[in-house]
C-alpha cells in the first residue's frame, strides 16, 4: 500500500476495495479467520474444558480460581507507581525482552521534521498530533481532555468526516458492507481535513485547528438523598488553517486509551465474539451486541474489528500502523504515503519533504520497526486484581452480575493457542469485554458512523486495570472522550442497551452503590 494516503483509523473499511476478491465472503458470510496469527486448533476435550472454566460466576461468597490473575500467565505485580502499565508479560521468555524494550523505545521516541541528519527519526508530519506514541499513551496509559484553555498536556484530537454521497470513492465498501446486511449510513474522510483534525504542524504549514471544549453540569439524583454530576460536553475546531468546516462534518472526540492486555485481546477466538452477537434481541436482555467488520489492508481482506473506539482497527500492527500515520505523520508499509493525512486540497502538505529515505521500504518507520512497536504493544501486561477477597469487593462483584452488567462486559475468555507468541497463548483472562459494538444512547451518541458502527454505537472497552488509571495517569477521566471524572459518573452516562443497568445503579441501596464502585477499582 506505498503511497496510498492513509484513511481515518475506524474508517479502514472505507477505502481500497475496488476490484479486490472478497475471500471467504458469499451470501452476507465472512470468514473472519486471523491470517496473521498462527492459531493451533482446538480439540474437542479442550473446547468442553474453556466452557467450564468461563462458565458465569454462581458464588460471591469467595473468590473464583484464579481470579486475581487478570492476564492468566502474563500477569504481573501491581505497581503502586506510574510504571503500573509499564511492565512485559511475565510469562515472557528471557530472549524476547531485549524485542520488548527495543520496541519500548521506538514508542518512546520523539520524531523531527524531514530533512534531517537523523534519518532514521524525521519524517514527523507536516501534520501531526504528537511527536510520539507515548506522548498520547503517557506511561501506556488513558489519555485526558484539556483541563485549562491553554493546557497543551493533552492527547485528545476530533475525527472527522463526510457522508459517503458527499464524496467520491466509497461505492465499493458501500456495497460491501450493505452485503453484510448492514444499513447504516457511510461516511468518507473530510475532502479538505482528511480523517482527524491535526492541531499541531511542521514549521512552514498551518495546524489545522485548536480544540475547544466547553461544558455543562447536569444534576442527577440518587437514592438515599445522595446525587451526582455530570459535565456534558461542547466540542469546537476552532482556528481552522484551511477555512471552514463543510455544512455535512461531522466531529467525533477521542481520549487516547490505555494500552495493556492488547496482545490477549488479540488472541481471543473470533468464534467467541462472534458467539455473543444478538442483533435482534434474541434473549429479550435488551442488549443486542454486534461484531465491528473492517477492511484491513495489510491483509486485504474483511476482518473481525477489535481495537479502538469502534473497533476499527482489526490486528495491533494494523492499528499501530494507522496511529503513526494519523497522529503523528509517519509513513509504514502498511500506510506508506508520506504526506499522512494531509488530502489533495493541502498541495503544499502533500509536496513537504518526508523521511523515507531511512528504510529499506522507503518508508519512514520500516517493517522492522513497525513489528518491535507491535510486540511492545502487544505485551503490555495486565496487573494483577488488588483486594479480590475483600467483602465488599464481593458484595459489589455480586451486584455487576445481579445488574446485568456482563451482558457486554464479559468478564473472562481462554485465548487461542498461538504456535509462535508463547505470552498469549492459552491463557485464562479476565478483560471484562465483548469486543461488540453497542447502542449506548444519546447521551454518548457521536451521531457519527464509522465502518459497521453507526452514530450511537461504541465498542465494549475493557475494564482490566480501570482501578489504576489514577495511580498510572494522575486523573480519573473515562468514556472516550474523557468527560466522566470517575466510574460513577461513567456509569451515568450509559444509555441505550445500559439504560436498565444505569437505572438499577441510580435506584440501588448507597451501600451498594459504593460496593459496585469498590469492585470496578479493584479490577
Known amino acids: 500500500m506505498a503511497g496510498h494516503p492513509r484513511p481515518m483509523a475506524g474508517l479502514i473499511a472505507a477505502l481500497g476495495l475496488a476490484g479486490l476478491a472478497l475471500p471467504g465472503h458469499a451470501g452476507g458470510k465472512v470468514d473472519l479467520t486471523r491470517p496473521h496469527l498462527e492459531v493451533v486448533a482446538r480439540t474437542a476435550a479442550e473446547s468442553g474444558r474453556i466452557a467450564a472454566v468461563t462458565a458465569p460466576a454462581a458464588d460471591f461468597s469467595a473468590p473464583e480460581p484464579f481470579e486475581a490473575n487478570a492476564g492468566g500467565a502474563a500477569t504481573v505485580r501491581a505497581r503502586d507507581n506510574t510504571d503500573a502499565f509499564s511492565q512485559p508479560s511475565a510469562n515472557m521468555p528471557f530472549e524476547r525482552e531485549l524485542d520488548f524494550k527495543v520496541g519500548n523505545g521506538l514508542f518512546r521516541k520523539l520524531w523531527v521534521s524531514s530533512p534531517s541528519s537523523t534519518l532514521v527519526s524525521d519524517g514527523l508530519g507536516p501534520l501531526f498530533n504528537a511527536r510520539g506514541c507515548q506522548n498520547c499513551h503517557l506511561k501506556d496509559g488513558r489519555g485526558h481532555p484539556p483541563e485549562s484553555p491553554d493546557d497543551d498536556a493533552v492527547s485528545m484530537f476530533l475525527r472527522i468526516s463526510v457522508p459517503a454521497t458527499a464524496a467520491?470513492?466509497?461505492?465499493?465498501?458501500?456495497?460491501?458492507?450493505?452485503?453484510?446486511?448492514?444499513?447504516?449510513?457511510?461516511?468518507?474522510?473530510?475532502?479538505?481535513?482528511?480523517?482527524?483534525?491535526?492541531?499541531?504542524?511542521?514549521?512552514?504549514?498551518?495546524?489545522?485547528?485548536?480544540?475547544?471544549?466547553?461544558?455543562?453540569?447536569?444534576?442527577?439524583?440518587?437514592?438515599?438523598?445522595?446525587?451526582?454530576?455530570?459535565?456534558?460536553?461542547?466540542?469546537?475546531?476552532?482556528?481552522?488553517?484551511?477555512?471552514?468546516?463543510?455544512?455535512?462534518?461531522?466531529?467525533?472526540?477521542?481520549?487516547?486509551?490505555?494500552?495493556?492486555?492488547?496482545?490477549?485481546?488479540?488472541?481471543?477466538?473470533?468464534?467467541?465474539?462472534?458467539?455473543r452477537e444478538d442483533p435482534a434481541d434474541a434473549d429479550g436482555d435488551?442488549?443486542?451486541?454486534?461484531?465491528?467488520?473492517?477492511?484491513?489492508?495489510?491483509?486485504?481482506r474483511p476482518m473481525l474489528g477489535r481495537f479502538g473506539l469502534k473497533a476499527g482497527s482489526p490486528t495491533i500492527r494494523e492499528q499501530s500502523a494507522s496511529a503513526f500515520a494519523g497522529d503523528i505523520g509517519i509513513s509504514s508499509p502498511v500506510f506508506g504515503a508520506g504526506w499522512g493525512d494531509c488530502t489533495e486540497f493541502q498541495t503544499t502538505c502533500r509536496t513537504a519533504p518526508d523521511g523515507s529515505s531511512g528504510t529499506p521500504e522507503n518508508t519512514e518507520i520500516g517493517a522492522e520497526g513497525l513489528d518491535l512497536v507491535t510486540f511492545y504493544a502487544r505485551n503490555l501486561a495486565v496487573p494483577e486484581r488488588r483486594d479480590v477477597g475483600d467483602t465488599q469487593v464481593l458484595r459489589g462483584k455480586e451486584i455487576f452480575y445481579g445488574v446485568g452488567c456482563p451482558a457486554c462486559h464479559t468478564p473472562k475468555y481462554v485465548t487461542s493457542r498461538l504456535a509462535d507468541q508463547p505470552e498469549q497463548s492459552f491463557q485464562l483472562i479476565w478483560p471484562y469485554t465483548d469486543l461488540l459494538l453497542h447502542d449506548m444512547g444519546p447521551g454518548l451518541a457521536d451521531n457519527r458512523p464509522e465502518g459497521r458502527a453507526d452514530g450511537r454505537e461504541w465498542r465494549t472497552p475493557p475494564l482490566w486495570g480501570i482501578g489504576l488509571t489514577e495511580t498510572v495517569s494522575g486523573h480519573s477521566y473515562f468514556l472516550h472522550d474523557g468527560r466522566a471524572r470517575s466510574l460513577l459518573e461513567a456509569v451515568l452516562w450509559h444509555g441505550g442497551e445500559a439504560r436498565a443497568q444505569r437505572d438499577a445503579v441510580v435506584d440501588m441501596p448507597p451501600e451498594d452503590r459504593a460496593a459496585l464502585i469498590r469492585y470496578l477499582e479493584s479490577l
Do not use: N
Not at 243 to 272: F, H, K, N, Y
Not at 286 to 300: L, N, T
Open 286 to 300: 435488551g442488549v443486542s451486541g454486534r461484531a465491528q467488520i473492517v477492511w484491513s489492508f495489510e491483509h486485504a
Open 168 to 275: 467520491a470513492g466509497t461505492t465499493e465498501i458501500e456495497a460491501f458492507l450493505l452485503s453484510l446486511g448492514d444499513e447504516t449510513p457511510r461516511t468518507a474522510p473530510d475532502p479538505v481535513y482528511g480523517g482527524q483534525l491535526q492541531d499541531f504542524a511542521i514549521q512552514g504549514h498551518d495546524a489545522e485547528y485548536r480544540l475547544d471544549i466547553a461544558y455543562e453540569e447536569i444534576e442527577v439524583p440518587l437514592s438515599g438523598g445522595e446525587t451526582a454530576s455530570l459535565r456534558k460536553p461542547r466540542y469546537r475546531a476552532a482556528d481552522l488553517g484551511y477555512g471552514p468546516l463543510g455544512p455535512d462534518a461531522m466531529l467525533s472526540p477521542r481520549v487516547a486509551p490505555q494500552m495493556i492486555g492488547l496482545g490477549l485481546l488479540e488472541a481471543i477466538d473470533a468464534q467467541d465474539i462472534l458467539a
